[in-house]
């Protein structure tokens, strides 16, 4: 009798070979291989596969079977199979259902599985059973060369005279049971083709040349401020400990800080775990972030910022004064700053001349105007309105009827077939509640949030009507909640779905198609969608690649690691104190009698005991502490840098390559008074605001709606808007080496105010 390893078939003639196999079932022979379909819902199941005609002896033999996908893997429901056996009743098998691969035998009728482990594709695509010397093996294998045994044993049955079976079937009725595949019986394996086999070192050398790209960014030394060990004899006043242990006035304990420090320097998983915490205090967010390894984009470590402001610096505590009349001017709406501002004596002529003569080192624009004030320094930012279009108009569209979302003031963002309401529940204010709007001003409620006492939950709604973002306070709330990337994903849907029109009103006759038509042009390297250029492709548009699919993929991909390398330098370099930390080390320095001194700069402690913020501190909130926006006060994670603030920068980035970022926003608005409406803005610049500059001015707003809030220093949004650019360029670097389309590159103005070009991995500023 013939051996079973002489019996092969590779099933490339794609028809059955009658003289060799019987066919049960749904089988059938195409591209060269075997498919098994069982049919949906069939009751009691069905069975299909190839059996051999003639007998075969395994003795001293084998069986080999190319596996290339099995039956849907629902529990208990399916098998696909490779038997060896005289008969049904005795034979050995290799088995996968439920998700494992499984060494069974039969032995007269018996079934007993001898072996299970989990299914994986890739390492088990070849199966074998073997038999040598009164030993029957159960084996593995990856490529057809490799073998792995799953299990071997004493010959359980005759192997002689055996029938060659291999198939697959469902034992119940299901909707989709799948398909198996199966190739090259007793065969080496077939080669690809020229071109699959092409693709695959296309893909590896691709791959290669981005990792060399990624390996040639030189990794920059990263260096704090030293506060860590600037004060010896006060440890750890500077640095922030939020959530571990203090002492009476709520300066760390530094034991407790040290562990913290353990965990970092070793970088094992277990001493995070060690961390010493007072009990049931709420948990370190992600300390271990900036440890992950990133296969795209730059590495976490690969990017850095500047040691942050030391804490007995003029800057950091100009930088605290801003924050004090940010959380003064919470209330004050938007489209009242020039009115407001311009009145002798008011709470905002007051802040401007306190910025301009206390705190000139606070990191903004001086002199300190109405337009400027509390507002970012980056191209666009000081131009229009304070908030972002992005952040109040909704798209139009004549289809809808008025008031919703046929006109841009009625504020819907268009999502697919859905709408996003700019408007928000937002919290109760100064006029509703007094003092009480905020929290954290009394110090045994601040000790006790130090030590991890979790407030959050506590928020005052008010709960009259949704409103638009009209003050630093309801910008503090839209950044309480959100994600960071909400905001840059409605942005994205605005930018793809506005119509050509006006940017204003839906006017059936003279505006465009609604996600057809649309207002705002890709990017000038985009190889499909430059409308009008020389450029623009004649048959095809963008999707998966320079199109909506990929804008929206890339808003994410960028969101995360530019997250992670935040985190780096939040935990692994800075670990800069929170203004929040900052304000009880002045509250104990200022409290009569004194309950600890400190080495503040004297610009801020004069400035609340007798010079521009003395009217407001104590009077006001009873005591020196910064008021804080949100119930628990800072987030369990360091200031420097701000992860809203480094997310944002990544993002603008990327729609500034996705989008013509010189295309004007028309028609721009501003919230009014109370919320409830957007009204035209009328400045002088109301012609001047373009694409790029709202979204620069999108991502001050949501990492300087975090300083409202009392959260984050100047600073951390000053130095991580760029530390965002730069993982998003990172990564754009790397996906230019990707693509199919010719000439296609991305090309965009950074926060510097030059503009680069990113082609075949190569970042290159332009001249003009």
């Given at each position: 009798m013939a051996k079973a390893h002489l019996f092969s078939d590779n099933f490339n003639d794609n028809s059955l070979d009658t003289a060799k196999w019987f066919n049960f079932g749904q089988t059938q022979e195409v591209n060269q291989r075997v498919e098994v379909r069982p049919p949906p819902n069939r009751s009691g199941g069905s069975y299909s596969g190839y059996s051999s005609k003639v007998l075969h002896d395994l003795t001293g033999s084998f069986v080999e079977l190319e596996v290339v996908q099995v039956l849907n893997q629902v529990p208990n429901a399916t098998d696909t199979?490779?038997?060896?056996?005289?008969?049904?009743?005795?034979?050995?098998?290799?088995?996968?259902?439920?998700?494992?691969?499984?060494?069974?035998?039969?032995?007269?009728?018996?079934?007993t599985p001898l072996a299970v482990c989990a299914y994986d594709p890739a390492a088990h695509?070849?199966?074998?059973?073997?038999?040598?010397?009164?030993?029957?093996?159960?084996?593995?294998?990856?490529?057809?060369?490799?073998?792995?045994?799953?299990f071997s044993k004493a010959n359980p049955v005759s192997l002689t005279s055996c029938k060659l079976v291999f198939g697959a079937g469902t034992y119940q009725p299901l909707p989709n049971p799948g398909v198996a595949i199966f190739d090259s019986f007793n065969t080496p394996t077939a080669s690809p083709s020229r071109r699959v086999e092409e693709r695959r070192l296309s893909a590896l050398g691709t791959r290669e040349k981005a990792a060399k790209l990624a390996a040639s960014r030189s990794h920059p030394e990263h260096a704090n401020n030293n506060d860590e060990v600037n004060y010896p004899s006060q440890s750890f006043i500077g640095n922030y400990s939020k959530a571990l242990r203090h002492d009476a006035v709520g300066d760390p304990e530094p034991v407790s800080y040290g562990s913290l420090l353990r965990a970092l320097q070793s970088r094992d998983p277990g001493d995070f775990e060690e961390i010493l915490q007072p009990p049931n205090a709420k948990k370190l967010t992600n300390?271990?972030?900036?440890?992950?390894?990133?296969?795209?984009?730059?590495?976490?470590?690969?990017?850095?910022?500047?040691?942050?402001?030391?804490?007995?610096?003029?800057?950091?505590?100009?930088?605290?004064?801003?924050?004090?009349?940010?959380?003064?001017?919470?209330?004050?709406?938007?489209?009242?700053?020039?009115?407001?501002?311009?009145?002798?004596?008011?709470?905002?002529?007051?802040?401007?001349?306190?910025?301009?003569?206390?705190?000139?080192?606070?990191?903004?624009?001086?002199?300190?105007?109405?337009?400027?004030?509390?507002?970012?320094?980056?191209?666009?930012?000081?131009?229009?309105?304070?908030?972002?279009?992005?952040?109040?108009?909704?798209?139009?569209?004549?289809?809808?009827?008025?008031?919703?979302?046929?006109?841009?003031?009625?504020?819907?963002?268009?999502?697919?077939?859905?709408?996003?309401?700019?408007?928000?529940?937002?919290?109760?204010?100064?006029?509703?509640?007094?003092?009480?709007?905020?929290?954290?001003?009394?110090?045994?409620?601040?000790?006790?949030?130090?030590?991890?006492?979790d407030d959050r939950g506590k928020d005052q709604f008010d709960l009259t009507r949704r409103r638009f973002?009209?003050?630093?306070?309801?910008?503090?709330?839209?950044?309480?909640?959100?994600?960071?990337?909400?905001?840059?994903?409605?942005?994205?849907?605005?930018?793809?779905?506005?119509?050509?029109?006006?940017?204003?009103?839906?006017?059936?006759?003279?505006?465009?198609?609604?996600?057809?038509?649309?207002?705002?042009?890709?990017?000038?390297?985009?190889?499909?969608?430059?409308?009008?250029?020389?450029?623009?492709?004649?048959?095809?548009?963008?999707?998966?690649?320079?199109?909506?699919?990929?804008?929206?993929?890339?808003?994410?991909?960028?969101?995360?690691?530019?997250?992670?390398?935040?985190?780096?330098?939040?935990?692994?370099?800075?670990?800069?104190?929170?203004?929040?930390?900052?304000?009880?080390?002045?509250?104990?320095?200022?409290?009569?009698?004194?309950?600890?001194?400190?080495?503040?700069h004297t610009s801020i402690t004069a400035s609340l005991s007798t010079g521009g913020l003395a009217p407001y501190f104590p009077e006001r909130y009873g005591s020196y502490l910064l008021p804080q926006a949100y119930?628990?006060?800072?987030?369990?994670?360091?200031?420097?840098?701000?992860?809203?603030?480094?997310?944002?920068?990544?993002?603008?980035?990327i729609l500034k390559a996705f989008f013509d970022e010189s295309a004007p926003i028309e028609s721009p608005m501003v919230a009014n008074a109370d919320g409830t409406a957007l009204v035209g803005y009328t400045g002088a610049d109301a012609a001047q605001l373009t694409v790029g500059g709202e979204l620069n001015k999108l991502a001050g707003n949501i990492s300087l709606f975090r300083n409202a809030a009392g959260v984050h220093w100047r600073s951390d949004y000053t130095e991580s808007l760029p530390l965002g650019e730069a993982v998003a360029i990172g990564l754009l670097q790397e996906m230019s080496l990707t693509f199919n389309e010719d000439d296609a590159f991305f090309q965009f103005t950074r926060f510097d105010g030059i503009t680069v070009r990113i082609s075949n991995g190569v970042v290159e500023p332009l001249v003009y």
């Open positions: 199979l490779l038997s060896v056996g005289s008969n049904d009743d005795n034979r050995v098998l290799i088995i996968v259902n439920t998700g494992s691969i499984r060494c069974v035998q039969v032995v007269g009728g018996v079934v695509r070849w199966w074998r059973l073997r038999e040598t010397q009164g030993t029957t093996w159960w084996e593995v294998s990856p490529d057809g060369e490799r073998w792995t045994t799953l300390p271990q972030a900036g440890l992950a390894f990133d296969l795209e984009a730059p590495d976490t470590q690969a990017v850095t910022q500047p040691p942050a402001p030391r804490f007995d610096s003029e800057q950091t505590a100009a930088e605290m004064g801003e924050l004090y009349w940010m959380a003064l001017a919470r209330d004050v709406p938007f489209i009242n700053y020039a009115t407001e501002a311009g009145t002798a004596g008011s709470l905002l002529a007051q802040a401007i001349g306190s910025l301009n003569t206390e705190f000139p080192w606070f990191g903004g624009t001086v002199p300190v105007t109405a337009q400027n004030l509390f507002r970012g320094i980056y191209p666009g930012e000081q131009v229009g309105p304070y908030v972002s279009q992005f952040l109040l108009k909704g798209n139009v569209d004549p289809r809808k009827p008025d008031g919703q979302g046929r006109d841009a003031a009625e504020g819907y963002i268009t999502y697919g077939s859905q709408v996003i309401d700019q408007r928000q529940w937002t919290v109760k204010g100064f006029p509703e509640l007094g003092a009480n709007a905020d929290y954290l001003t009394n110090f045994t409620d601040w000790l006790q949030v130090q030590d991890g006492r973002i009209r003050n630093l306070r309801d910008g503090a709330n839209y950044v309480h909640f959100d994600q960071v990337v909400n905001a840059w994903w409605n942005a994205a849907f605005y930018l793809l779905s506005e119509p050509r029109g006006n940017q204003n009103m839906g006017n059936a006759a003279g505006t465009g198609r609604p996600q057809v038509d649309m207002e705002i042009s890709f990017n000038r390297g985009n190889p499909y969608d430059p409308p009008g250029t020389a450029e623009d492709a004649r048959k095809q548009v963008g999707f998966a690649t320079f199109g909506p699919v990929h804008l929206l993929q890339v808003l994410i991909e960028v969101a995360g690691r530019a997250g992670r390398s935040v985190w780096w330098q939040k935990w692994g370099v800075h670990r800069r104190l929170r203004p929040e930390e900052y304000g009880g080390r002045v509250d104990n320095h200022l409290n009569v009698p004194s309950r600890r001194t400190y080495p503040l119930p628990e006060g800072c987030p369990t994670h360091p200031a420097y840098g701000a992860g809203h603030a480094s997310i944002s920068g990544a993002c603008a980035t």
